[in-house]
């Protein structure tokens, strides 16, 4: 339930889940789940809403293997959202994921892969894009200047952040233990937009990131970050909804960050 009961309207939404956590063996997690969102009328919650009847059929699968660890995620959302205007859409969208991660020696290894469709007509009147209410749930960390990472600071032009939706992305990464307390690791990112931006681009470019962890004692770490996106087509076009361009510039972030844990 929701909604604070000030509005002109019935502003409350209902959410309903089920996710069992079946241990197929010492070997195999799966986690299936189904969630159902209604509301009759959520302009509270989303600008220009009248209804949402919202559901997400999804799996995660984990396998421990004796070199590595895998993941996989599928999920499905489906339903009708009506506008003030009377107009309805329906939503066909979905997510799909795998990553690993595993070491050669003292080498520590990782990487993974995402695809969340994207809206391929904006005319035929519905949504194939993935996505949930804009009011929350949905949020996902990957690379530090697409994906906010570390600083959840802001998002490259076009990257829809950690609301992940329109967009394919791939990662390769290492980590290394350099010395007892400080754990140096690298990344690289690589990521499109699922559909082309009005501007008829869909590269969000490379990205290359690197974080160095220092443990200073026991449940206080020094965290550095240094990361650099080599800017492709859709971040330099600026925001999926602007054109012409607003700048040709790569971004670029360095911070650090000190995090007690008690």
């Known amino acids: 339930e929701a909604g604070d009961g000030s509005g002109s309207w019935d502003d409350d939404v209902d959410m309903f889940g ?10 195999i997690t799966l986690t299936p789940y189904v969630h159902w969102i209604y509301s009759s009328d959520a302009r509270d919650f989303q600008a220009n809403t009248k209804e949402l009847n919202l559901w997400y059929l999804g799996i995660d699968a984990d396998f421990k293997l004796d070199m590595a660890s895998v993941w996989f995620t599928g999920i499905w959302n489906g339903g009708n959202v009506d506008d003030l205007s009377g ?3 329906d939503r066909a969208g979905y997510l799909l994921a795998v990553g690993a991660n595993g070491a050669v020696g003292p080498v520590g290894l990782h990487g993974q892969a995402f695809y969340a469709s994207g809206d391929d007509d904006l005319a035929d009147g519905d949504d194939d894009a993935f996505s949930v209410p804009s009011w929350g749930g949905q949020s996902y960390y990957w690379s530090e200047i697409m994906g906010l990472g570390l600083f959840d600071n802001r998002a490259s032009n076009a990257s829809p952040g950690n609301k992940i939706s329109n967009i394919w992305a791939i990662n390769l990464g290492v980590s290394y233990t ?3 307390g400080l754990k140096l690791k690298g990344d690289y990112w690589y990521a499109q937009l699922a559909e082309d ?3 008829g681009n869909s590269d969000l470019g490379s990205e290359l990131v690197a974080t160095a962890t220092y443990k200073i004692m026991d449940n206080l770490n020094l965290d550095l970050v240094a990361a650099y996106l080599f800017a492709g087509d859709a971040t330099e076009s600026g925001n999926p909804n602007a054109d012409p361009p607003t700048s040709d510039d790569d971004p670029y972030e360095i911070g650090a960050r000190i995090s007690l844990s008690f």
């Open 18 to 27: 089920i996710k069992p956590v079946l241990k197929v063996s010492d070997m």
């Open 178 to 180: 350099l010395v007892e």
């Open 87 to 89: 107009t309805s859409s």
């Open 197 to 199: 931006n009005i501007a």
